[in-house]
């Protein structure tokens, strides 16, 4: 048996407002350069954009949606979804006033849209996944993600490597077909960027063991002392401590990894063997459909229509379908590692194995670091 859940809120206001605020910062800054950009008079990208123009819409509404999500204002992703949609919708609709000089162009709405849903997709890859256990051992990595950005380098460093690296795609001599200097150099950029970001995440864990800061009211707990059980009360909150809540999670091992991949990946060769079935299927079908009366007038249509769709709105609709997908199969490995710590078959602390380890009355004690586990 488990202790109930605290009704207290997980984190006080006063640190939740300090770590939502440099996003809502962001978010504004954000908003006013993409409406500027989407509205400025007689704008086009036109045949001389370097990246098509489709994608820039996806990333920048998908950059958007993630953005809307940080600032806290909305519990639900959901909701952050609808109301992306919505700013999505809002925005191509006005370039079709008329002292804009713009027009609305269906394909970049789609755009847009595909942009949210891929974003709202990964935002739910990524959610808090499992039971007690294993949100506890997520919580260090949350805290230390939520401090990480209300440091001002962060949003520097990252800027700074971004654009050094994008710079320095661009003169890469090295260009795969189809793509551009422009391309290359985001691409390159993001990579880095995304790079620097995880080592400083990883960093910040690390130093939240040093600080012991509180999660939930953010004040300092280095000096407090805790009980045989390593269980200790926060001397400002007084919300329960455990001596082990600032360890970074135990990463899982190689072969711990693959074995939890496994359904993950047999779900993805299916899906792609399914695709493939699908579509020979559908073409050995195709020409019985034309024969039979229910079906003769309205199988052709449906085939022109999809022949009509515009190749950049087709590669965007693919993407968006292969990133979402991943997201599901992210997911699923994800709550498949949850479900190990969770039935406490592997040590938060330091990822031993501990199904063979005595939990009389559904607790026990790692027998590599010490550290309690529960069995739910
Ligand atoms: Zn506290
Ligand atoms: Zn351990």
Not at 12 to 22: D, F, I, K, Q
Not at 247 to 261: E, G
Request: proline letters at 6%; aromatic letters at 8%; glycine letters at 8%.
């Amino acid at each position: 048996m488990s202790p109930r859940p605290q009704r207290a809120p997980e984190v006080l206001p006063r640190v939740e407002r300090g770590h939502r605020r440099p996003w809502r910062y962001a978010l504004l800054v954000y908003a006013v350069a993409l409406t500027v950009a989407t509205h400025w008079p007689a704008l086009t990208l036109g045949a001389a954009s370097p990246v098509s123009d489709k994608l820039v819409h996806a990333l920048a509404f998908g950059a958007l949606t993630i953005l809307l999500w940080r600032t806290g204002w909305f519990q639900r992703r959901m909701t952050v979804t609808l109301v992306a949609l919505a700013w999505a919708t809002l925005d191509e609709t006005t370039q079709g006033l008329p002292f804009i000089r713009r027009h609305v162009s269906w394909p970049d709405g789609i755009a847009n849209g595909l942009g949210v849903v891929v974003a709202a997709a990964w935002l739910w890859a990524a959610a808090p996944v499992g039971g007690a256990a294993n949100r506890a051992r997520l919580r260090v990595e949350s805290f230390a993600f939520d401090q990480l950005w209300t440091r001002p380098e962060t949003w520097i460093r990252l800027a700074l490597a971004g654009f050094v690296a994008a710079g320095v795609g661009v003169i890469v001599p090295v260009r795969l077909p189809g793509t551009t200097w422009v391309g290359i150099g985001a691409l390159i950029g993001a990579l880095v960027a995304g790079t620097v970001l995880a080592i400083s995440w990883r960093r910040a864990c690390r130093r939240l063991d040093a600080a012991r800061p509180c999660f939930r009211c953010g004040a300092s707990c280095r000096g407090t002392g805790f009980d045989e059980n390593g269980v200790a009360a926060c001397p400002v909150c007084g919300v329960t401590l455990r001596s082990t809540q600032w360890r970074t999670p135990a990463r899982a091992s190689s072969r711990q990894r693959l074995r939890l991949l496994a359904a993950p990946l047999v779900t993805a060769a299916l899906l792609v063997v399914a695709a493939f079935v699908g579509l020979t299927l559908l073409s050995a079908v195709y020409p019985r459909l034309l024969r039979w009366p229910a079906t003769a007038r309205l199988a052709p249509r449906i085939a022109v229509a999809i022949g009509r769709i515009p190749p950049d709105i087709a590669t965007i609709v693919d993407f968006a379908a292969a990133l979402i997908a991943m997201a599901g199969l992210g997911r699923l490995y994800r709550r498949r590692l949850a479900r190990s710590f969770d039935q406490g078959e592997r040590c938060r602390r330091c990822g031993h194995d501990l199904r063979g380890t005595p939990a009389p009355d559904g607790r026990g004690r790692c027998s590599e670091c010490g550290v309690e586990f529960v069995v739910e």
